[in-house]
């Protein structure tokens, strides 16, 4: 079955250092990589998407990196803010099936 | 433009009861995907539906049931009850379905299903 994981369930970091999370998925080929945040109480808000054909998106301090050899996408905020500070998770997705990681919680310390 | 609507917004059930989740999407848009969502965890896919038909299944049992109307709201369906399908249920919508081509989903901000 398909499976994705997120490596770390907390992160913390200093304001204006680049936070990285990490995803990664087994036993299939993922036509895309979608990365959400998500705020307490709150539904998941779309930061960008990722396709099988591309190595790399950016948008503004975010970036997001697609690696079919290791199986494995990198999500990057630079210059990170206090108001990064949410939990971020990543969708796996294909014609019939939609799957999320479990959550990376990010914590940026001012 | 209202974003994704969901009711209710909180709900408390006992075990053995049924349930029916509304969600409205964003104007224009015609796909609708369920999620469930329990503390701690990222969402889990329950059904995609697109243009009334469904389009995509997660792995949850024939408890789960849901349809989508021709205004492309959808309804959510939980027979039986038990104490495990205590949950957030998110609905989101996209103008086509998400699945192959990744289109955007839009959230709502979910339902909180207690079952005692």
């Known amino acids: 079955s398909q499976k994705i994981e997120q490596n770390s369930e907390a992160l913390n970091i200093q304001e204006g250092k680049t936070a990285t999370l990490t995803c990664n998925y087994t036993?299939?080929?993922?036509?895309?990589l979608q990365w959400y945040r998500q705020d307490p109480g709150r539904g998941p808000v779309f930061l960008l998407l990722i396709r099988e054909n591309e190595k790399e998106k950016r948008k503004e301090r975010l970036k997001v990196t697609f690696d079919t050899t290791l199986k494995q996408s990198l999500f990057h905020i630079t210059a990170s803010q206090p108001a990064d500070s949410a939990t971020y998770l990543c969708l796996s997705g294909s014609a019939r099936q939609l799957t999320f990681g479990s959550g990376t919680q990010l914590t940026v310390l001012p | 433009d209202a974003g994704v609507t969901q009711s209710p917004t909180h709900l408390i059930k006992t075990r053995g009861q049924h349930v029916t989740l509304r969600c409205s999407p964003i104007?224009?848009?015609?796909?609708v995907s369920w999620y469930q969502q329990v503390l701690g965890q990222g969402p889990q896919f329950i059904f995609q539906?697109?243009?009334?038909?469904?389009?995509g299944r997660g792995n949850f049992p024939d408890r789960f049931s849901a349809r989508q109307f021709p205004n492309y709201s959808s309804e959510l369906n939980v027979n039986a009850l038990l104490l495990g399908d205590s949950a957030l249920y998110l609905c989101?919508?996209?103008?086509?379905?998400?699945?192959?081509?990744?289109?955007?989903?839009?959230f709502g901000p979910g339902t909180r299903l207690t079952v005692l």
């Open positions: 104007s224009g848009h015609k796909s």
């Open positions: 989101a919508s996209s103008l086509e379905p998400p699945g192959g081509a990744g289109n955007e989903q839009f």
């Open positions: 036993n299939y080929s993922p036509a895309y």
């Open positions: 539906y697109y243009e009334k038909e469904e389009r």
